[in-house]
């Protein structure tokens, strides 16, 4: 990430609440560029203002063209962690109060069948789709088996490292994910075959720091915005389109991971009181609600397949709906 200067009346301010935020542990990346963007912000428009009050604080919350309720919430959250530091400092500050916060747009899970699985592959396999970068013809087969068969989220992925794979022993290493869980990723047999010859075709001449796929060059990460441009033109091209309520992501392949792995266990009779535990590690959960999503969602889709399940541990599928996301 670029060092932003800090030039607005609050930049003093603002780098000892960064300070702050960073000597207790938090990685603070995206809201730090959020509050830099701020200060740009007030630098801009507020220059004559020296106290962070309702105009400023209420300028700042009111949506952008096109900005999702998500974005939104972001922005407003971290400049109230602001005002909330400024007051224990007994400065002047407004808070923007909660009702400015839009709720998240809930969003219920996509779970591929098999049949969506074959057609999205064939597509990306022998290359059906148009993509400006050439090497996506060599990135996006071994992306897209890691997202299905390893379960990682987008960022995990995009963020791998050479020196982060250990094809030697089948391993991926995550670190500083969601909720700062590092963990242990282990890769399929198959898998590892592919990601072999991936590694010799793009890494020859790469250094242990650079990242393990990428498009324009080795030093650089795939952009996100790119990789979801792609993947429309993949579903397209598999004909596969959202229907009225869900409009399937890549996210959602961390989603068929996880229901899979749960059916896989039901069918072999594991006992999940065992196996869950191991799922949510393995998935990077922090709470158990987290990864008990997916119980409810493989109970929604095979009810048949959790009857003895449930005669065994009892009414052990939440009531926590079907808007979970967890990215």
């Not at 830099?36 to 962070?52: A, G, P, W």
């Not at 989220?153 to 670190?175: F, P, Q, T, W």
């Not at 609600?289 to 399940?309: C, G, Q, R």
Request: glycine share 2%.
């Amino acid at each position: 990430m670029k060092n932003y200067i800090l030039k607005s009346n609050f930049k003093d301010d603002i780098q000892n609440f960064l300070n702050l935020k960073h000597s207790t542990g938090y990685k603070y990346t995206t809201s730090q560029i959020l509050i830099e963007q701020f200060d740009n912000f007030c630098y801009s428009k507020y220059q004559d203002k020296e106290i962070l009050n309702e105009e400023i604080a209420l300028d700042w919350a009111k949506p952008r063209q096109n900005e999702s309720a998500s974005s939104i919430q972001n922005r407003i959250v971290v400049i109230r962690e602001f005002a909330k530091y400024l007051i224990s400092l007994n400065k002047t500050a407004f808070i923007i109060p909660t009702t400015y916060i839009p709720k998240k747009n809930k969003y219920k899970s996509y779970i591929y069948s098999n049949n969506e699985l074959e057609k999205i592959f064939d597509v990306i396999d022998n290359k059906k789709f148009k993509c400006t970068y050439k090497n996506s013809y060599i990135v996006f087969p071994i992306l897209f088996r890691v997202f299905y068969g390893c379960g990682l989220r987008i960022s995990e992925a995009l963020n791998l490292k050479l020196k982060d794979v250990d094809l030697e022993n089948g391993i991926i290493s995550v670190y500083e994910s969601k909720n700062d869980n590092d963990r242990l990723v282990p890769i399929s047999e198959k898998l590892k075959t592919l990601m072999l010859e991936y590694t010799r075709k793009m890494h020859k001449d790469s250094d242990h720091t650079d990242y393990f796929f990428y498009l324009k060059n080795s030093k650089t990460p795939i952009i996100k915005s790119t990789l979801r441009f792609s993947f429309t033109r993949i579903m397209k091209f598999a004909c596969i389109e959202k229907n009225k309520t869900i409009n399937p992501r890549i996210h959602d392949f961390r989603h068929t991971f996880a229901v899979n792995c749960l059916k896989k266990f039901i069918k072999e009779n594991k006992d999940l009181t065992v196996y869950l535990p191991i799922l949510k590690t393995y998935m990077g959960h922090s709470k158990f609600i987290s990864t008990e999503y997916y119980l409810k969602l493989t109970n929604d889709m095979y009810p048949d397949i959790l009857d003895k399940f449930n005669s065994y541990i009892g009414n052990a599928i939440p009531e926590i709906g079907g808007d979970f996301d967890e990215k």
